[in-house]
C-alpha cells in the first residue's frame, strides 16, 4: 500500500466529511464536556498543521498536530476512514505525524483520547508505538472519560 500524506486546507469535501463523521462518533460514545475533539474552524488555526492521507485518489485518514509551548505538540483528529481500518493506515499515519513534530523540532508529543471501549484500538495504537501514560496536560483536567499519553522524541 503506498500512501501520500498531504498538508491539508481543510476544504476537499471528503476530508471535511471524515472529520464531520470523527465528530459525531465522539458525541455518540463521550459525555459533551468529555469532548476535545476540535471543529473544522477550530483546526483552520496558525499553530494546529493538519494533514490528509491518501491511497491514491482515496482518503483513507487524517491528522494534524499543533503546537503547544516549550517545544512539545499535541496530536489531534487523529482519524482513519472506515474502509482503511485494519490495514496498518493509523500505524504509517502516526508515525508520519511523528516524523513531522520531528522535523519541526518538537521534543514530545502528547495527547488526549477516550476510556470508552470505542477507543480501546487508539488506545493500543499509542501505547504499541511507544507513547505512555501521563496526568493531564495543557487545560486538560483529571476526567474519567480521558486518558493521556506522551511520547519523547
Known amino acids: 500500500m503506498t500512501l501520500r500524506f498531504e498538508l491539508d486546507d481543510?476544504?476537499?469535501p471528503e476530508?471535511?466529511?471524515?472529520?464531520?463523521?470523527?465528530?459525531e462518533d465522539m458525541y455518540a460514545v463521550t459525555p459533551a464536556e468529555s469532548v476535545h475533539a476540535l471543529d473544522l474552524e477550530a483546526l483552520r488555526v496558525?499553530?494546529?498543521a493538519f494533514w490528509s492521507a491518501w491511497e491514491e485518489t482515496e482518503l483513507v485518514g487524517c491528522g494534524a498536530l499543533k503546537r503547544l509551548d516549550g517545544g512539545d505538540f499535541e496530536l489531534k483528529s487523529m482519524r482513519t476512514t472506515a474502509a482503511a481500518r485494519g490495514r496498518g493506515v493509523a500505524t504509517r499515519l502516526l508515525r508520519h505525524l511523528l516524523d513531522e513534530a520531528r522535523s519541526r523540532?518538537?521534543?514530545?508529543v502528547l495527547l488526549e483520547t477516550g476510556t470508552e471501549d470505542f477507543y480501546a484500538p487508539a488506545r493500543r495504537l499509542y501505547a504499541g508505538n511507544g507513547f505512555t501514560e501521563r496526568p493531564p496536560f495543557g487545560?486538560?483536567?483529571l476526567d474519567p472519560n480521558s486518558v493521556f499519553f506522551?511520547?519523547?522524541l
Open 10 to 12: 481543510l476544504t476537499r
Open 105 to 108: 523540532g518538537g521534543r514530545r
Open 46 to 48: 496558525p499553530e494546529i
Open 15 to 23: 476530508v471535511v466529511r471524515l472529520l464531520e463523521e470523527h465528530l
Open 150 to 152: 506522551e511520547l519523547s
Open 139 to 141: 487545560s486538560y483536567v
